[in-house]
C-alpha cells in the first residue's frame, strides 16, 4: 500500500515540475509512512511513498523487470500474486523481489496493456516503458485506489490524492459548476469527476497510455459490471464458494489484519469467514456512540467476537470530538462527501493503528450487491416498468399496454418489509407505490426517457433537488442544465440491457465508489492503515452478476442469496438480525458542528466565488434543524474548499520563493 504521484510531459521535465511532484510525493507520508521512492527520466518523474504490507524487507519501489526497460510504481494490493507468480516464474520470468506488485511488470512483458485484466485486487499504478518511451496509468475494477489526473501545457500529473495534487502546484484552483451541482444532489460527485474544473480521477476498470513522442493519450475501459457472463449454477453455492476464496487471499500479509466490526450482517460475516484462516490472533475493532446505549451496536459485536474467539477493541464517539475535528476530518476525505458517518470510519482506523494493526477488513460493498438497499431494490422495480412504457427493445414506442402489464403483474412483487421501509414511505415518499401505478405512470411520462428511476427515489433527494434552486446563484446555474443532476443515471434506453443488473452496477459506480470507498480509502489511510474490501472482489461481482442474468433477485427479501450462503457459517441470530444502518446521533453532531463552524459560511469562499446566494445561507443558518441536510452539504463543501484553495496558494507560494532562491 502507498501513495505515488508523478508527471509526463511532451517536452523534457523542467525542474519546477520534478519539484512539483517531490512536494506532491511529500503531502503524501500519511499513505506510506515507512519511506519513500522516486524514478527519473528527461520526460517522466514517478515517485512513491511506501506503507510496507508485502516483503517488508526487500519491497522497495520503484520496482523494475529483469533488463529495467520497465519501471512501476504501486498503490495497492494484488491478491492473487502467489498464483500469478508460480505461472511467471515457471515461464522463465525472474522475480528480484517477494513484492504482489512486480507481477504487474512481468505481466505487462506477456500481455502489454491486457496485464491488468489479469489482477485481482486493488490497485493504482503507473509504469513507465522505456523502449516504448510511454506511461501507462491504470486503475482496479471496482475503483478501490484513487488516481487524479490533471492534463495541461503538454503534460499529465497525478497523484493518488486530491490534497498531493495541488500541494505539487502544478494544479490550477477553479470549482466545476456542474460538478459542484451534482454533490448537492447527491452529497459526493460522482466519479470521474471532481470539484475541480480540469482535474478528474482515472475511471475504475479503465488504462490510460500517454506516448511521449507524438503526444497522444488513450485511454480504455477492459472491465464492466454488467458485462460478467451468465452463470451457471445455484447461486447460493457458487456465492459461498466465492466468499470462501477471497477471504482466503485477502488475508495475505506480513503485518497484522483486522476487522472493522458492527452488529451488521457484512462485517459479521467476515469475520466467521476469516477468523479460522487467520494465523494469528485476529483483532476486530468497532465504534460507539456517547449516551446513545439504544442505537449502540458495540455489544453485537463483542458477543459475536466472543462467540468466535476474536479480539474485540471498540471506541467511543463524543459529540464534542466529531465538532471539533469536522475540518480537519473534511480535509482527510480529500473529496468533499456530505456524510455524517465520516467520522466512524476514522476512529476505528485510528484506534487500529493505535493497537499495531496496519490493514483493516471492511463490510462495505454487501448492500450494494445485495440488495440491501430498499430504494434501489424499488428502482429497479419502477426502471423497469418505464422500460416497459416506452417500449425497450420495441424500437421505442409509447406501449401502455406493456407497462400495465408489469405495473399491476408485480404489485405486489416486493416484500412487504421493502414497503415498510422508511426509506420508501418517509416524509415526502410517504404515497404508497404499489397502489398508485398512475403516479408512477405520470412522473415516467415527464421524465427523460433515457433516464433509468434511481436516485429520485432515494432519501432527501427530492427536497435537496428544490432546495438547490433557491440556494445558487443564477451565473452559477447558468453553467449547467436542470438535467445534470441526473447525468449519472442517464442512458440511451438500448444502452439499459438486463435492468437489474444495470441498477446494481449504478448503484456501485456511484454512491458505494463516490461516498463509501473514498471515505474508507482516505480516512483509514489518515493513519497509515491499509483498508480491504472483500466483498467489492470482482470475481465475487461477476457470481451474483452473472446469476442475476438467469434468475433476478431484486424481489427476493433483502440480501436473500447472501444470507442463505451463510447458513451454518453465522449464528441464525446473527442472520436474523434486523438491519440497523448508520445510528449515531445525528442531529447532537450536526447542532455542534453548525454552532461551531456554521459562521464560516456567511461570509465565506462559496458566498465569495458566486456560487450560493448570501440570503439563502442566511435562511439556512436560521434554521439549521429544518435544513439540516442542505447545510449540512454547505458546510462540507465551504471548508473543502477553504482547505484546498489553501494548499494551492501556499504551493504557489513556495514554488516563488524557489525562483527567487535561484
Known sequence: MCGISGIVGRAELRAEERAGVASANASLAHRGPDGEGRFDAPHVRLMMRRLSIIDLEGGWQPLYNEDRSLALVFNGEIYNFVELRRGLEARGHRFNTGSDGETILHLYEEHGLGCVEHLRGMFAFALWDEARRRLVLARDRMGEKPLYLYEGDGRLAFASE?????????????????????????????????????????????????????????????????????????????????????????????????????????????????????????????????????SDERQDAKSLASRLGLQFHDVEVAAEDVAEFFPRLVEWTDDPVADISAYGYYAVNRLAAESGIRVMLSGQGGDELFWGYAWVAEAARQSLEKAALFGHGNGGRLDLRAWARQAFAEANGLPERYAR???????????????????????????DRARLVFMELSPEFGDIEREARALLTDGWRSSFTPENAYAPSTLPMSEWGDVPVKLSALIARTYLRSNGV?????????????????????????????????????ALPPKAWFVRALEGVLPRDVIERPKRGFTPPVGEWKRLIFERHGRDLAEGLLVGEGVCRPEAIARLLARPRESSSMLYRCLVLEQWARAMKARREAARAAAGRVRGAA
Not at 213 to 237: F, K, M
Not at 255 to 276: E, I, N, Q, R
Open 421 to 447: 421501509s422508511s426509506y420508501i414511505t418517509g416524509r415526502r415518499h410517504a404515497l404508497d407505490w404499489r397502489r398508485r401505478p398512475l403516479l408512477r405512470l405520470a412522473r415516467y411520462l415527464r421524465s
Open 518 to 554: 473514498v471515505q474508507g480509502d482516505r480516512l483509514s489511510m489518515a493513519s497509515s492503515v491499509e483498508q480491504r474490501l472483500p466483498l467489492l472482489d470482482h470475481r465475487l461481482w461477476e457470481v451474483v452478476q452473472g446469476a442475476r442474468k438467469r434468475n433476478s433477485d431484486f
Open 162 to 294: 486530491m490534497k498531493a495534487l495541488l500541494d505539487s502546484g502544478l494544479v490550477p484552483f477553479e470549482l466545476d459548476p456542474e460538478s459542484v451541482d451534482l454533490y448537492f444532489h447527491h452529497q459526493y460527485v460522482p466519479e470521474p469527476r471532481t470539484p475541480l474544473r480540469g482535474v478528474r480521477k482515472l475511471d475504475a476498470a479503465h488504462v490510460l497510455t500517454v506516448d511521449v513522442d507524438d503526444w497522444r493519450l488513450s485511454e480504455s475501459c477492459y472491465w464492466r459490471i454488467e458485462d460478467a457472463p451468465e452463470t451457471d449454477g445455484d447461486p447460493v453455492e457458487l456465492i459461498r464458494a466465492e466468499l470462501d476464496t477471497v477471504t482466503t487471499i485477502t488475508l495475505r500479509s506480513d503485518v497484522p489484519v483486522g476487522l472493522a466490526l458492527s452488529g451488521g450482517l457484512d462485517s459479521s460475516a467476515l469475520a466467521a469467514l476469516c477468523a479460522p484462516k487467520y494465523r494469528d490472533t485476529f483483532h476486530c475493532f468497532s465504534v460507539g456512540y456517547r449516551g446513545q446505549a439504544a
